[in-house]
């Protein structure tokens, strides 16, 4: 069993249950100004969800390596791969313009390709997709900061949480623009897009 903490010093802290009950704590330097969010990456690749794949490699299914995307106060988001029993960057990328609140790695169920979201108080949300070894971001001005982004369990939906006490949530268009289908209010009010 393993366990990502991030802290205000930066840090990040991996955490693992051994077989004799014990716990292991490794940490390693994350972002300057702080941590501010960490999400595990799902424990299959899209991939391994095509017809394709599926019949091509059944002898060598072999799950990917332990992987997470870290966030933090210097604007940056951070992907992390474990190889050798260690974490390393893969890849870092100033993905805002101020503190990234949040960061959320999307369930792969039915996807094809890996998609994160972060969002910041610089207003914006980030839908990052993975083409070949590149993360391509469409951006979502929601005029509030942003505070916390959470996928559905399938990943159609993004659920995100704002500074004006509201909760949108968001939808990709078939053209890939990505559109808002509700908002819920403070008072719990529910008002539908069309």
């Known amino acids: ?16 249950r051994k077989g004799d009950d014990t716990w292991t704590k490794i940490t390693y330097p994350g972002h300057d100004g702080g ?40 604007g940056k988001i951070k992907f992390w791969v474990c190889k050798e029993s260690k974490f ?7 993905a805002h313009d101020d503190w990234v609140r949040d960061v959320a790695w999307c369930n792969n169920i039915g996807l094809v390709t890996d998609v994160v979201a972060s ?18 971001p469409k951006e979502i001005n929601i005029n509030t900061p942003a505070w916390k982004v ?3 369990l399938v990943g159609n939906l993004l659920a995100v949480s704002g500074g004006d006490n509201q909760v949108l949530v968001l939808k990709e268009a ?4 990505w559109e808002r289908v509700s908002r819920v209010n ?4 529910l008002e539908q897009t069309n």
């Open 119 to 136: 969002c910041s108080e610089d207003q914006k949300v980030k839908i990052w997709k993975r083409e070949k070894d590149e993360w391509l």
């Open 35 to 74: 941590v501010n969010a960490l999400s595990w990456g799902p424990s299959t690749e899209p991939s391994m969800l095509s017809q394709e794949h599926a019949s091509s490699h059944l002898e060598s299914l072999a799950l990917p390596p332990k992987r997470f995307v870290s966030a933090g106060c210097d």
């Open 150 to 152: 959470s996928w559905s």
């Open 1 to 16: 069993m393993l366990l990502g903490a991030g802290s205000a010093d930066g840090s990040v802290h991996i955490i693992q």
């Open 174 to 177: 078939a053209n890939g623009d």
């Open 186 to 189: 403070e008072e719990g009010v």
């Open 88 to 94: 390393e960057i893969t890849k870092e990328i100033l």
